[in-house]
């Protein structure tokens, strides 16, 4: 089975709901599991972005880790996008591909992803599927811009969905300069948080400044990622 293939069953069986609970899920009085809504947008700390006339990054789904999850049917065997196994990680496709220009999502700026609905309860971190990304430099010149490893993007923010409850993360990632002149995207742990409810994403989300990793959590405003892998 191809990389396109997996990812596009992998992700029609998540959205139906064919996926198994985890066990940090829950479900109402009669064993119903109930849902929420992920919402997820994208921006850019600066970086070395200002190299750039235009960083767009392509995209296809996002994967979620669901916390304590159990093995099941579809969560077993080998993850054919990143040629590990598939710990049980969720997969969503896109139902087209979504594209972000870097530079045009500078300070509080943010773009939508989309909106999937999800089992209630917490997961372990979000990863974003990248496709591509086209660099052209201040000086007209294309260089070469890539994901660590060329493996999926890793936010390592825990979050919660809650039941008939907006949750919306919201993934920092900046291109940096290495030493051969080529670029490499990175996450930014502090600028990426997550939101609950009619919260929006402000200019201290944008600067790290908020406090707390997961304060938000429980009283339902707002969380900032942890930058460990």
Known sequence: MNRRTYLKTAGVAATAGLVAGCS????????TPTYGTLATSVTDMPGD???????????????????????????????????TDSDDRRYFEFEEAQTADLVQLQGSKTQSL????????SYQYLQLD??????????????????????PLKFNAEFEIRQDERTNFVADFTPVRRGNGSYIIQPVASGTTVLYGDAE?????????????????DAGTTSTADGSN
């Open 24 to 31: 940090g899920s829950t479900s109402d009085g009669a064993g």
């Open 201 to 217: 994403y402000t200019d201290e989300d944008a600067s790290g400044t908020e406090s707390g990793a997961m304060s938000g959590a």
């Open 49 to 83: 972005i200002s190299d750039f006339e235009s960083c767009v990054v392509t995209m296809a789904g996002i994967w979620v880790k669901p916390a304590e999850s159990e093995v099941t049917e579809t969560g077993t065997g080998a993850d054919e996008a990143t040629g």
């Open 114 to 121: 989309g909106e999937t609905e999800l089992e209630t309860g």
């Open 130 to 151: 990248v496709t591509g990304v086209e660099g052209t430099l201040e000086d007209g010149g294309e260089t070469s811009v890539e994901t660590p490893g060329n493996a």
